[in-house]
């Protein structure tokens, strides 16, 4: 180290120093004195040390240096105004990072209590030490920021099956903004996810917090299937159980209170439906779990579906297509407005449909359906050992360069992995797995979404089927929406019936690609109503395991 260097490394030391010793003696000074000491000049001199710790120290204190680059281009620049030495905007940071549970976030996660002996120690120490103060706000402000508006963690750190795009902000633009922001309550308002379902789950985020504040709800025991106008003990546990969270009399008819009747039948039905349960009025095993699952539970849910969002792309477009895999629906909305709603099928737990967004580019009515290879050789290369006729009849065939076998020509016995030159497909037809049409966004997972001839999944509550694409319950219905969306006119549903009717493959490019995200969403509000969905992919738990600090095998 050079004599300059330690020079430097003294003058920042010494600058700690005396911020240190500032703390001991910082209890004889008021707080709100902190700031009235401090003089014009005193706030120039300030960030004339600030701006050469940032130009020429290299032992900044760790939070400072991982933001140097930011923090120097705002300071250094014209403009770059102190944000926290001279203003009320301390005291109003302390409070948000202490209300961080109200955004999902950990208060322990930030230097709070740090902060606030910094706070403390302005009036008496010097100017260097007010220049390390300065710079320790602004930092804990950038990690607080990132934090509320793009997550805690990258999404493929999570889980590999996230392949959402890496978010980040632009810090000298958050410190620019801050600076000409009203208040910083404005500025926090602003910067959180835009979205209103954000918004939703930080409502229903504070309704649960107090639910669990005042006790949670009572546990139902396990039993015998209750059935409507069924007499049980249990029946007073169940009413008092759906009294606090969706709406249940706590009071039954006197002389029937162990009769499940038709009103409380009703409650459990809207219960079901906001579980994704089968919606029958039963209460079984499968309900009876999701009514004992504890409040606290509830909260991670609805914490890890509020960092998801974070994820979410800026900007999802004026009209675009969502699917959530874990809520088995997909959702179109067309200027903020929600215009249909419809169920999917979505990938198998070991066939994961992956989370992304890409823009749907083309439609193909009466498509081909090209066999992935891991299908074609584990699951219908020994159909075609054993009978390939059948595969024929079934509208299969095999394509090897641009020659097309049939089935029945070819021994399927001498093929295997490593010597497979065929490609199958399946011709457009009744029997086609795609169906009548598909939607694509070519993407490298190979995913898209399609019709299928296999309708009864759709009529299930868990409909996690497919081996990752996702099927649609209304394919056709959804076409003329999504080629108005895409700028093509005149494709009403009668337009895309002649197209389907004719059996030819027929393709139909957009003349602008429609926005679709694939997510994974177990916590939503609907209409001011909290929904719940198992955690099929297991996801929930391993973003609960990283927000704990905790690691988890994948």
Not at 107 to 130: C, K
Not at 245 to 272: C, H, K, M, N
Request: charged letters at 20%; hydrophobic letters at 40%; glycine letters at 8%.
């Amino acid at each position: 180290m050079t004599e300059s260097d330690l020079n430097r490394s003294s003058q920042v030391f010494g600058g700690l120093r005396a911020v240190f010793f500032a703390l001991a003696v910082a209890c004889c000074v008021s707080p709100a004195a902190a700031l009235d000491g401090l003089t014009d000049q005193d706030l120039a001199t300030v960030r004339v040390n600030i701006v050469d710790l940032l130009a020429s120290e290299p032992n900044l204190p760790l939070p400072v240096r991982q933001r140097q680059e930011a923090l120097a281009a705002y300071y250094a620049g014209q403009g770059g105004e102190l944000l926290w030495l001279g203003h009320e905007r301390a005291p109003a940071f302390i409070e948000w990072m202490r209300s961080a549970a109200d955004d999902g976030l950990d208060p322990a996660a930030y230097p709070t209590e740090q902060l606030v002996n910094l706070s403390d120690a302005i009036p008496v120490t010097d100017d260097r030490g007010r220049a390390i103060i300065e710079l320790h706000f602004s930092a804990a402000f950038l990690e607080y920021a990132s934090d509320l508006r793009v997550g805690r963690f990258l999404p493929r750190k999570v889980d590999p099956n996230f392949f959402l795009q890496k978010r980040e902000i632009d810090q000298l633009a958050a410190l620019e903004e801050l600076a000409s922001a009203r208040n910083l309550d404005q500025f926090f308002i602003g910067w959180q996810p835009s979205a209103p379902e954000y918004e939703e789950l930080r409502v229903a985020l504070g309704d649960y917090r107090a639910l669990g504040q005042a006790g949670g709800w009572p546990q139902v025991p396990m039993g015998e299937t209750l059935k409507p106008g069924m007499t049980d003990p249990r029946v007073p546990m169940l009413r008092a159980r759906l009294a606090v969270t969706d709406g249940a009399s706590p009071e039954a008819p006197v002389g029937a209170e162990d009769l499940y009747d038709d009103e409380l039948v009703a409650i459990v039905r809207s219960f079901q439906a906001r579980h994704g349960l089968e919606i029958d009025g039963l209460v079984g095993r499968g309900t009876i779990v999701a009514l004992n699952v504890p409040v606290e539970d509830r909260i991670q849910e609805i914490i890890v579906a509020m960092e998801r969002w974070r994820w979410m792309p800026e900007s999802l477009g004026e009209k675009y297509v969502m699917v959530n895999i874990a809520g088995f629906e997909l959702t179109r909305v067309s200027d903020g407005k929600v215009e249909e709603k419809m169920a999917v099928v979505v990938g198998k737990p070991y066939h994961r449909t992956p989370v992304f967004s890409d823009e749907i580019r083309y439609l193909e009515f009466n498509p081909y359906w090209n066999v992935p290879s891991s299908i074609a050789l584990k699951e219908e290369l020994p159909k075609l050992r054993k009978n390939p006729g059948a595969r024929a009849a079934a509208g299969f065939e095999a394509v090897r360069g641009d020659t097309v076998y049939p089935l029945t020509s070819i021994n399927w016995n001498q093929y295997g992995p490593g010597n497979f030159p065929f490609r199958l497909r399946q011709r457009p037809g009744p029997n086609n797995a795609l169906g009548q049409v598909k939607y694509m966004f070519p993407n490298q997972f190979n995913v898209y979404l399609h019709d299928t001839p296999s309708k009864s999944l759709f009529s299930r509550a868990d409909r996690a089927f497919s081996h990752g694409c996702v099927r649609l319950s209304r394919p056709l219905e959804l076409a003329p929406p999504v080629l108005a969306a895409g700028g093509l006119s005149g494709w009403d549903i009668g337009r895309v019936n002649q197209v389907v009717g004719s059996g030819q493959r027929t393709v139909v490019s957009l003349e602008k690609p429609l926005p679709v995200h694939i997510t994974y969403f177990t916590a939503w509000v609907d209409q001011g109503v909290p929904n719940f969905r198992a955690d099929v992919y297991s996801q929930d738990e391993k973003l609960i395991a990283a927000l704990g600090g905790q690691s988890i095998a994948w």
